[in-house]
């Protein structure tokens, strides 16, 4: 697949089959995630990969609890409602989480951990995967219980959690804002 084709094409998915997504396949999306920049070439992340279903799930009703907590000071939280829904899982039932960790706490290992990230997201999508970032998750990742559950010392910071799967359609495109550009001391190309 051309690279581009896969920045316009890959969407985040919220729906997936029951089938499994092949360990070589995961490592396959780890080396395409290794693969990305990171300042000083310290490439600070580690990967914790979870098919579990029940760890997911235990993790997602741990994430929703916190975030519901932690929204109480603000009543009008967007996502209120649907956190309280018993029946949404921040995973949405996907085979597999990979969390992008900082194992090492350099300047700059969030970005690094979102360029790999990003890497994988691309990746998986050009081998016909789906996934999605869970923000929602990271708040509880970060907590003590959160990195016990994945298995990490306190020193490391959880900073992506993808999911990744089987799609079970692929989602319509996404709007995109006209991007605000300044060009400073060059023209613009004409249009
Ligand atoms: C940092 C970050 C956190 C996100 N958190 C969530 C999330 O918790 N749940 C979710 O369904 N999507 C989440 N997303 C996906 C965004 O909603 C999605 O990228 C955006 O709507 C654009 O759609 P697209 O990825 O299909 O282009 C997250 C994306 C990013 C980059």
Redesign the pocket.
Known sequence: MELLEAIDG???V?EYTDAPVDDAVLRELIDAAINAPSAINQQPWAFIVINDAAKLTRISDQAKAHLLKASLAAPAHPFREMLNDPKFH?F?HAPVLVVIAAAEPTDWAVEDC?LAAENMMLAAYAKGLGT???????NWLATPDGKAALGVPATYAPI?PIIVGHPRRQ?PP?PRKAPEIHWLGASPPKA
Do not use: E, K, L, T
């Open positions: 890959r969407r985040s919220r921040i949405y979102a999605c970032w869970i923000g929602f998750a990271q992506a989602p996404v």
